[in-house]
């Protein structure tokens, strides 16, 4: 069967078929997560979208487990699979931007790095993923937080178009007015239905944008998170914070890292920042103005093949029991090298908890924080010590938890059992998982495109899950 297999696929994509025994075909499996070491049978690599379309029902009618890769950076491991077909999409990474109409049509496969510098170019953007290598499909589908999201919303709500490519081989163009239903699944629930072979996003005049990073000192942390909570609670709809806890500097001493992105006009506001920032000591400055596509790249950049584990909560509120938790959470953290445990925040306000101009499945729009323990690190056999630490950190966060998983970019673990069907009820919630199971059973009934929670439409019933009784701390 993977003889035939194979040659059918070379004959759509010719010298673009890897199996096991080629030269590249450990590098080209490689994910972003080391601890997904996929080895499937074979990798395809169309490079157009004809080739995509014609590739898809002779990967379906193979009978081989499917995954579609588009940068490969997702968490939960599903851009590969074992002893299956792996469709990469790293060839479809054109972005052309129309500057006079501010849109962008991207293909499925580019990732954020090229976005933004093609944007960048005509003094527009888009919110997009705070590490660029992030794939701009893969972040858009699943929501899509960034920098520029309080005032122009997450990825989703700037999408004006999407292409889809079913499992029949089909190609849908996706709007609110075509496909309403769909439209509103792609928007953060969309990794289950096709491949999006191309998204036409609305762009916006950016040029450069007061931020940077101000890191404070070991003593200084409880007082740094209080003041991550007051700016995400009380800034203007513009200003964008994230929270790192973790190891700075040469030193790898511990410090609370606070990144700042304020996109707007107020020429006072630069200056009120400043004030509050330098509060408290300050141990590292880097916030000024600058071009955006240097805010986007401030975060830096991992290799890929590290392990990772990740597992958050979004929130209502992060009172100081909770701040008290998440510090000595950190400092419960083991790990001392290069990589290192770090508790991630990331406030939410202005467009991203208003109600969306298109309807979206994101479930957790009116949370205010999102909290994550992200472990990273490079050992084996570190493997159960991490996955415990990062799920204290979301333990920790539970008693103040809603919209269950919350950001499903985050989901480490894929949920295709009745645990992840009960996890996919209590993040979208039942209504919005009867809506998903029906445009499942609609557009994929033979299940062919899985990823975090496999949306099964011979799924049990979601009315008869209990959500309360699934344990929410194991297989975050």
Same mark, same amino acid.
């Not at 609609?442 to 959500?467: E, G, H, K, M, Q």
């Given at each position: 069967?993977? /003889?035939?297999?194979?040659?059918?696929?070379?004959?759509?994509?010719?010298?673009?078929?890897?199996?096991?025994?080629?030269?590249?075909?450990?590098?080209?499996?490689?994910?972003?997560?080391?601890? *997904?070491?996929?080895?499937?049978?074979?990798?395809?690599?169309?490079?157009?979208?004809?080739?995509?379309?014609?590739?898809?029902?002779?990967?379906?009618?193979?009978?081989?487990?499917?995954?579609?890769?588009?940068?490969?950076?997702?968490?939960?491991? /599903?851009?590969?699979?074992?002893?299956?077909?792996?469709?990469?999409?790293?060839?479809?990474?054109?972005?052309?931007?129309?500057?006079?109409?501010?849109?962008?049509?991207?293909?499925?496969?580019?990732?954020?790095?090229?976005?933004?510098?093609?944007?960048?170019? *005509?003094?527009?953007?888009? %919110?997009?993923?705070?590490?660029?290598?992030?794939?701009?499909? &893969?972040?858009?589908?699943?929501?899509?937080?960034?920098?520029?999201?309080?005032?122009?919303?997450?990825?989703?709500?700037?999408?004006?178009?999407?292409?889809?490519?079913?499992?029949?081989?089909?190609?849908?163009?996706?709007?609110?007015? %075509?496909?309403?239903?769909?439209?509103?699944?792609?928007?953060?629930?969309?990794?289950?239905?096709?491949?999006?072979?191309?998204?036409?996003?609305?762009?916006?005049?950016?040029?450069?944008?007061?931020?940077? /990073?101000?890191?404070?000192?070991?003593?200084?942390?409880?007082?740094?998170?209080?003041?991550?909570?007051?700016?995400?609670?009380?800034?203007?709809?513009?200003?964008?914070?994230?929270?790192?806890?973790?190891?700075?500097?040469?030193?790898?001493?511990?410090?609370?890292?606070?990144?700042?992105?304020?996109?707007?006009?107020?020429? %006072?506001?630069?200056?009120?920042?400043?004030?509050?920032?330098?509060?408290?000591?300050?141990?590292?400055?880097?916030?000024?103005?600058?071009?955006?596509?240097?805010?986007?790249?401030?975060?830096?950049?991992?290799?890929?093949?590290?392990?990772?584990?990740?597992?958050?909560?979004?929130?209502?509120?992060?009172?100081?029991?909770?701040?008290?938790?998440?510090?000595?959470?950190?400092?419960? &953290?083991?790990?001392?090298?290069?990589?290192?445990?770090?508790?991630?925040?990331?406030?939410?306000?202005?467009?991203?908890?208003?109600?969306?101009?298109?309807?979206?499945?994101?479930?957790?729009?009116?949370?205010?924080?999102?909290?994550?323990?992200?472990?990273?690190?490079?050992?084996?056999?570190?493997?159960?010590?991490?996955?415990?630490?990062?799920?204290?950190?979301?333990?920790?966060?539970?008693?103040?938890?809603?919209?269950?998983?919350?950001?499903?970019?985050?989901?480490?673990?894929?949920?295709?059992?009745?645990?992840?069907?009960?996890?996919?009820?209590?993040?979208?919630?039942?209504?919005?998982?009867?809506?998903?199971?029906?445009?499942?059973?609609?557009?994929?009934?033979?299940?062919?495109?899985?990823?975090?929670?496999?949306?099964?439409?011979?799924?049990?019933?979601?009315?008869?899950?209990?959500?309360?009784?699934?344990?929410?701390?194991?297989?975050?």
């Amino acid at each position: 069967m993977t /003889t035939a297999l194979r040659r059918a696929l070379e004959a759509v994509c010719p010298d673009r078929v890897i199996a096991r025994e080629h030269p590249r075909y450990d590098a080209t499996r490689l994910l972003f997560n080391g601890m *997904h070491d996929r080895r499937p049978r074979l990798i395809v690599l169309p490079s157009d979208r004809e080739e995509l379309r014609r590739v898809v029902p002779l990967a379906r009618e193979s009978g081989l487990p499917l995954a579609v890769r588009g940068a490969g950076h997702n968490i939960a491991g /599903t851009a590969g699979v074992d002893d299956g077909v792996v469709l990469d999409l790293r060839l479809l990474d054109r972005v052309r931007i129309d500057p006079h109409r501010r849109t962008a049509r991207v293909q499925g496969g580019a990732n954020w790095a090229q976005f933004d510098a093609s944007a960048s170019r *005509h003094g527009l953007a888009v %919110t997009g993923g705070t590490f660029d290598t992030t794939g701009v499909g &893969g972040l858009t589908l699943g929501g899509g937080i960034g920098h520029l999201m309080g005032r122009y919303g997450l990825s989703c709500d700037n999408v004006l178009t999407y292409s889809l490519v079913t499992a029949d081989g089909d190609r849908l163009a996706v709007d609110a007015e %075509t496909e309403p239903e769909l439209d509103w699944a792609l928007r953060g629930a969309g990794h289950d239905f096709g491949i999006v072979d191309e998204f036409v996003f609305r762009l916006h005049p950016v040029t450069t944008v007061y931020g940077g /990073t101000v890191a404070y000192p070991a003593h200084e942390m409880t007082r740094a998170v209080e003041l991550f909570r007051r700016l995400g609670s009380e800034g203007p709809d513009e200003l964008v914070c994230i929270l790192l806890l973790e190891r700075y500097g040469r030193a790898q001493d511990p410090a609370a890292v606070l990144s700042v992105c304020y996109s707007g006009t107020d020429p %006072t506001c630069p200056g009120l920042l400043d004030k509050q920032l330098r509060s408290l000591e300050v141990l590292d400055w880097q916030v000024e103005e600058r071009p955006y596509l240097s805010m986007q790249q401030l975060l830096g950049r991992l290799p890929y093949g590290l392990r990772h584990y990740w597992s958050a909560r979004c929130t209502d509120e992060l009172p100081d029991e909770l701040i008290a938790a998440l510090v000595e959470r950190f400092q419960a &953290g083991r790990r001392r090298g290069e990589f290192n445990d770090t508790v991630y925040l990331e406030a939410f306000g202005g467009a991203v908890r208003r109600e969306a101009e298109r309807p979206s499945a994101v479930g957790w729009r009116t949370a205010r924080f999102n909290v994550t323990g992200m472990a990273i690190w490079e050992p084996a056999a570190a493997d159960e010590e991490q996955i415990a630490w990062a799920r204290s950190v979301a333990r920790a966060a539970e008693p103040w938890g809603v919209f269950g998983d919350g950001y499903v970019n985050y989901v480490s673990d894929a949920g295709t059992d009745r645990a992840g069907t009960a996890r996919a009820v209590r993040t979208y919630g039942e209504r919005g998982y009867r809506r998903l199971a029906a445009l499942k059973r609609r557009l994929d009934p033979d299940n062919v495109f899985r990823s975090t929670y496999s949306i099964d439409p011979a799924a049990i019933d979601p009315a008869a899950i209990d959500p309360a009784a699934v344990d929410p701390s194991a297989g975050e």
